[in-house]
């Protein structure tokens, strides 16, 4: 199990009402108190639109959910990663599940987001294309069986070898990438698990951005570690 | 040619450097002091992490680069709506050359916008899909031939028939449906053009954004009217 | 309701094992079969690889699944139109749901199937994207509500608005535009509703494909008309 | 340099017209006589539609330019794994840079083709989609650089330390895997370099099936090796 420092958080707020606009805002605050109470590191991962919001108003690592790997230029309507970065996002999701992208823009993206200073956290769906991401040289991985996604049953618990199988996987093709897991996660068990799996963090959503009280589901998150 | 009060001048950022984070700012700032001084509309189309920023700090009109037509939930790195709205936004592009669409996305962005009340820009390539967008009932379609965008040669210069045959097109199909039109528009003369032929304005970028001055290219574009 | 001789019934085999390899020739003949004995027009669309084969066994017109706008040269691994009309189609679907398209690419798919000779059907899911698609122009547009493909119930029963509502927003664009519609369809019934709500043949495939004797499904479906 | 029973030359046909239906065959032909003469492995891909035409004419290896990870069921349009096996290919492209995939589905389309005894050559960009690509397990990555391809410029000669890196790269994390090296690829030479940085053979395109005369290239081909 990873020690408090080293471990990493990242509430995804998807396109969820409740982490719109203000209420990004609202529940940035939230990570942002649980994380100094508890001494370990939430991120958020606001819309793009709510990037400059939430990191202007809250202190708290902010990541975007998307980056295209493009440069300055003809690109109408893609997430360049200067103006991520200008926005005062620290990094940015590659790849979700729900916004997938070809083999090379995943290295186009990582290599547009390293250029400005951004970490990246590469999602990924089984132990295979976990390996494939790390042969990439993200700062992260985050696998996630897409089944699992906001279906409450926790990856920890439903497929653990899917976790265990991804830090061996990404251990012998570049260790320097540190892995996140994933999917149905929102409980303080579910995340101390995911830490004996081998995974430095969690990358969650739904189980926390709809509970009746985000931040005393945040406190739940971190209790047992 | 329209008169003053009903010409729209739309103004798209794309991922210029010089139109990123607080180039985003100062250049909504020009619009907005040129838009005073002539009394025309004159909107601007930041990156999607500059909406807020831009929105909240000039009062000018702030349309999105792009909308995705999807609801709240689970639509990671998804352009919403809502966000787009409480972002400040009045509007957006929507099937920007840069940024294509299927026709059931336009048709699903388009729903979407005007579900929070977003005004809508269809851009299109040619009279047949100008005609084909008029039929799914935006605010307005901007037909823009995309081997001229970025080309520096005005649409309204080179090929006038694209402009007088969508003008056609559409008021056949919708007559509530205006029509604007881009691609290497950048003068005064060419702005005059566009509304001779029947357009109602002018979607616009490089030949700005670019300019040395911004400011003084677009009192040159908008001298004429 | 249509004379029988201008009713088109297309036969989608999707990649439905019993319509793979020689299973399309197999359901080909027997539309063929029962296309003679009807006096109706029952046309087949195979997957790609199995176009020629199909084709080249059975006198049954032909069309292709999916068509891509390009021309000759760099872009492997698409469907080129010379390529579809040289393995014998006659025509292609364009822009089913399970292969969505931009609307600048319906519009390239229409001119190169027309470039060498192929009829089209462009499949749209409601009334506002079939009077966008008629505005290009096809021989057919073929509305399909997603959420009942596949679902057994017919689109002339759930949703017969959707049917005539798409038949008079076509009259009013572009009256050489002939309508099918979709989605459920499998019986009499089903067809002989359709073609009473005003157009002019159906698209269908699991309720026949996967019928346990395909060439009676046929039977049962045109006995009515 | 391998020895001549390990190398493998692949002829993608693309859209061109002249490797277009009769003419996939007859550029077929030329591949299997010379293939026979010189005693190296020459695979010919076709497009889909000519996969049948050709592979039951033509006694040689045939490829499929593309095929997508699904299964047997609603995916109109898509290239089935089955179908292309049924049409007679003994492997496919994955990942073109022409019809590039997402991370998933290049997985998945390795997993559907290996499922019916397909063998799979990943395209790839660089040195590093090239490892990621390795750790996907294919039979064999095909290395080249966009900017080459069409270019006539070969990549043994332009780029050699893309094809060592990757024969490195591929080497250390999974030695089952072989590499091919592709772009600009036409001559005796072209080939010789090819295999002496390590690759096993290579992928062409234009400077075979836009020759004069393409057996006669093809001889020039493999007449050094």
Redo the contacts between chains.
């Keep these: 199990m990873g020690s408090k420092g080293s471990t990493l958080i990242v509430l ?1 707020l ?4 409740e982490g ?3 209420g990004a805002v609202t529940i940035a605050q939230a990570c942002r108190d649980v994380a100094e109470s508890a001494g370990v590191d939430i991120g958020v ?1 606001p ?7 939430v990191a202007s108003k809250v202190d708290i690592p902010v990541f ?3 980056l295209d790997g ?11 990663a ?3 970065k ?2 005062g ?1 620290v990094g940015t ?1 590659i ?13 186009a993206s990582i290599t547009a987001a390293k250029g400005v200073g951004l970490s990246t956290i590469v999602c ?3 132990i ?2 976990t ?7 993200p700062d992260y991985v985050a696998v996630e069986p897409p089944e699992l ?2 279906s409450g049953i926790p990856v920890s618990q439903a497929d653990p070898e899917v976790v265990t199988g991804s830090v061996d ?1 990404v251990a012998k ?1 570049n260790s320097n990438v540190k892995v996140l897991c994933g999917a149905g996660i929102s409980k303080g068990e579910d995340l101390k698990a995911a830490l004996q799996l081998g995974s430095v963090g969690v990358l969650l ?2 189980g926390i951005v709809k509970a009746k009280d985000p931040k005393a589901a945040l406190e739940d998150l971190v209790s047992l570690i």
């Excluded at 230029?73 to 360049?80: D, K, L, P």
């Excluded at 390996?131 to 040289?137: E, H, P, R, S």
């Design positions: 995804n998807k396109t969820y009402l719109t606009g203000e991962a819309q793009l639109p709510d990037l400059y919001r975007s959910q998307h493009v440069g300055a230029g003809g690109f109408t309507g893609h997430a360049f200067q103006s991520i200008d926005a996002a999701l790849n979700h599940s729900e916004r997938r992208l070809t083999l090379a823009d995943i290295d990924t769906n089984n295979a294309t390996a494939a991401a790390a042969a990439l040289a996604i906001g996987a093709i959503a739904s």
